[in-house]
């Protein structure tokens, strides 16, 4: 395993790999690595010749008031897990040097980057697709993976990806969960003991929207209406969202049409944690 | 020499030519080919293995008020040009491939790109950078090609690719002239007859102001006077700026700093034909 900070190093290693014919795929993490992380790069070791993992905690897609700061940091406990998962490399740029001074460039996104999470974190998406463009231009993959529970991170990289001609393929592998449903998440560090217990709903609300659409009920405002009549009925829980949206082109649905994937996606708080969580309805065999 | 219009058949070439080691120049022109971009593919012919010359009339750059429609379009005769400056591949993709419908991700960069040109052209650069990184995507180049004549472009594109890590290199090559000076320019064609006469007034302004560097004139409130004096004698001509400016951060300078890259730019309309032109003041030895 070989630990690059320099961008430089990163790409010239990258264009190395390239010019030996051999698969390059890419994990891009803000560390403080879950199973979820490891699932990616297990998968990656799986399909590429170089499984490349960056930990890279991205201060362009944290508001001011959000928790840049205190986002969880382990290197050390994230370098032991990455490689024991499978990566070959791990990119560990510097702030400075991803953003240096002056720093003016971004990939904006009409549409799908201003709903939903973006709509509660305006400038989120844009640090995203940024960030992405650039760490895809420094590691040169030829798989990118992703993971669902990001799901609208999916929707806007996938894009991204397309619209800038961006030679990748973009893989998206299942949301990892705890015993208990709740999706693995580095901010669930954040949940109070008492908030830990009450986070399953989020997964429990998801499952029984998709029992209920197995069973036919595909009027989406009696579906949200029993969404949020069920994950309401935990105490001290805020809900920031129930989404019931197309799979491409995030707008909400009225009825969900079986021919086209569709995503059932929330976000809520337990105090000042925010959680998020979705299930993907794959479109019905005709 | 190929003609390749499919983005995939374009990608796929880059990667086998990176894939054998050549090393791919990339000359990206709105086509109407002149002595200009020739003398880009020859440069580019003369330092690389396999050189790509792309033509495409880049809808995003045109505000709606501007020439899109009319811009000058000669496929055959550019094709001949191009294979004769030593093109290898012509690339001229379809305007609704490289925008397709609900197209909606943009490369946009604050400050420099708002200034000048583009104080005028308000999405412009935003046009220009978005396209030339999917060109860049698409064609996978080591070396990227442009003319100084589009000087902000040149700052604007040099900025794009540093500040995302496109893995290329920009050589900028000198303006070509006509015998009387005017710098050479797709649009000078639609210059009238008597306005081609005067025309040559833009770059006699800019060599006057060089003239006065050297000759000890650093202050450019006194400069500018005196060029807007020399341009403003020409009957009927307009002019947008007059810009003594910094070569890195494009902002007016009061005093040239001879320890710097300075550039004199110069936008002017002959009737409704706008025209531009620059000459760069290289920083003295010291």
């Excluded at 998801?206 to 209920?212: F, H, I, P, T």
Aim: charged share 25%; net charge negative.
């Amino acid at each position: 395993m070989k630990s690059v900070s320099s961008l430089m190093e990163m790409q010239a290693l990258a264009d190395q790999s390239r010019g030996s014919h051999r698969k390059i795929g890419f994990v891009p993490t803000m560390g403080s690595l879950h199973e979820g992380h490891l699932s990616l790069i297990r998968t990656a070791r799986e399909q590429c010749d170089d499984v490349i993992t960056s930990i890279f905690v991205n201060p362009a897609q944290f508001a001011p008031d959000e928790d840049y700061e205190k986002y969880p940091r382990d290197i050390q406990k994230d370098t032991v897990l990455a490689v024991d998962a499978g990566s070959d490399y791990l990119f560990i740029p510097a702030a400075a040097d991803i953003y240096p001074p002056g720093f003016s460039t971004f990939v904006t996104m009409d549409g799908i980057s201003a709903v939903w999470e973006g709509a509660i974190r305006p400038t989120h998406f844009r640090g995203v697709a940024t960030v992405v463009l650039k760490l895809l231009q420094l590691t040169k993959p030829h798989m990118l993976y992703l993971g669902q529970k990001d799901v609208q991170q999916c929707v806007v990289l996938r894009r991204m990806v397309k619209e800038l001609n961006v030679d990748v393929e973009i893989f998206v592998c299942p949301t990892i969960r705890e015993s208990d449903g709740l999706a693995m998440s580095s901010r669930n560090v954040y949940l109070s003991l008492e908030d830990r217990k009450k986070a399953p709903i989020l997964f429990q609300t998801l499952k029984s929207a998709r029992e209920r659409i197995d069973a036919g009920i595909h009027e989406c405002a009696s579906l949200r209406r029993e969404m949020e009549s069920l994950l309401g009925s935990a105490a001290g829980v805020h809900i920031d969202y129930i989404a019931i949206i197309d799979g491409e082109t995030l707008q909400p649905l009225d009825v969900i049409d079986r021919s086209r994937q569709t995503i059932i996606a929330l976000a809520a708080r337990f105090g000042t944690t925010r959680l998020i969580d979705n299930v993907i309805i794959e479109p019905a065999l005709p």
